[in-house]
T-cell receptor
Framework: ETGVTQSPTHLIKTRGQQVTLRCSSQ?????VSWYQQALGQGPQFIFQ???????GRGNFPPRFSGLQFPNYSSELNVNALELDDSALYLC?????????????FGPGTRLTVL | AQSVTQLDSHVSVSEGTPVLLRCNYS??????LFWYVQHPNKGLQLLLK??????LVKGINGFEAEFKKSETSFHLTKPSAHMSDAAEYFC????????????FGAGTRLTVKP
């Protein structure tokens, strides 16, 4: 069984640029959630995708967008990067889009915005 | 809207002594509650979850938590700390009224002294 993987591991961008982060879900999982974890804080929910459709969204602006592909892998896109976007971005997959489902987290992508 | 408060940002115990990490939640409905652990440079790992079954939930590595609706609490305990338990612990609430939004607490850093 393959776990959740994320790429790249680290990324450095400048303010105003755009970035795409990628996530491969655990085998058999059809739901992917994305989180932002600022330094010293708990993760904040960005959004969830279930079977290629957005299935819930946290309090993030529209410049945070996502996609889920037929193989259930996912992308997080962030446009017009701001300094405060510097954080660890976590992807988690689960078996179904239910609130009680266990989520399995990847190791994260560390984004630095200069 | 749901929220989670972890009452201690840092807990320090000696190896072999009990661990208590406190969590209070606010939710408009019967929530699902989780505890996750985050070791340095590793992904989040589920310790245990409550989903309206038994109020005393047993998890991995000897951890357990008790759901107390009257106190809106979900404290994490372990009878005897091990050095390998040193990590960041997050209490999480998921509320169906908030469209699968998983709310993480700010985290409690557990230090285990030899």
């Amino acid at each position: 069984e393959t776990g959740v993987t994320q790429s790249p591991t680290h990324l450095i961008k400048t303010r105003g640029q755009q970035v795409t982060l990628r996530c491969s879900s655990q085998s058999g999982h059809n739901t992917v959630s994305w989180y932002q974890q600022a330094l010293g804080q708990g993760p904040q929910f960005i959004f969830q995708y279930y079977r290629e459709e957005e299935n819930g969204r946290g309090n993030f602006p529209p410049r945070f967008s996502g996609l889920q592909f037929p193989n259930y892998s996912s992308e997080l896109n962030v446009n017009a990067l701001e300094l405060d976007d510097s954080a660890l971005y976590l992807c988690a997959s689960s078996l179904h889009g239910r609130r009680s489902d266990t989520q399995y987290f990847g190791p994260g992508t560390r984004l630095t915005v200069l | 809207a749901q929220s989670v408060t972890q009452l201690d940002s840092h807990v320090s115990v000696s190896e072999g002594t009990p661990v208590l990490l406190r969590c209070n939640y606010s939710s408009s409905y019967s929530p699902s509650l989780f505890w996750y652990v985050q070791h340095p440079n590793k992904g989040l790992q589920l310790l245990l979850k409550y989903t309206s079954a038994a109020t005393l939930v047993k998890g991995i590595n000897g951890f357990e938590a008790e759901f107390k609706k009257s106190e809106t609490s979900f404290h994490l305990t372990k009878p005897s700390a091990h050095m390998s338990d040193a990590a960041e612990y997050f209490c999480v609430v998921s509320d169906p009224d908030n469209n699968n939004d998983m709310r993480f607490g700010a985290g409690t850093r557990l230090t285990v002294k030899p």
